[in-house]
């Protein structure tokens, strides 16, 4: 167990602190609750877990966790929702300078479908 992230009762971090996978039972991720078909549904983050990271050397990274007991079921997906996404994700296919659908999530770096781009045109 690393001590450096083992803080309990939230003395050194302000919240409780757990090492990776040490977080006790009764308590979940935001991933973790949707995978169970819930939400945190407006209740505050209950702990954290701490781990460090090959990625970032400076900072550990944190995932916050939510008590399952307070969790609620995640709302059914209705007509109207299923449209709104449907338009959102056909916006986010759509390039906004040939307005052509390009099958795929156009990358927000280019901006535009690579055929419109300067270097998809060589």
Do not use: N
Request: net charge positive.
């Amino acid at each position: 167990m690393s001590p450096r992230f083992y803080d309990p009762e939230g003395a050194r971090y302000g919240l409780p602190t757990f090492p990776y996978r040490l977080a006790p039972d009764g308590l979940a991720t935001r991933r973790q609750l949707r995978a169970a078909g819930l939400r945190p549904g407006g209740q505050e983050v209950a702990a954290q877990v701490m781990w460090r990271s090959r990625r970032s050397r400076t900072a550990p990274r944190v995932a916050y966790l939510y008590r399952v007991d307070r969790a609620r079921p995640v709302r059914p997906m209705t007509p109207g929702r299923a449209r709104a996404l449907a338009a959102a994700m056909r916006a986010r296919r759509t390039c906004p300078d040939c307005g052509q659908d390009a099958d795929y999530v156009i990358p927000r770096a280019l901006g535009c479908c690579p055929a419109c781009t300067d270097w998809g045109a060589a």
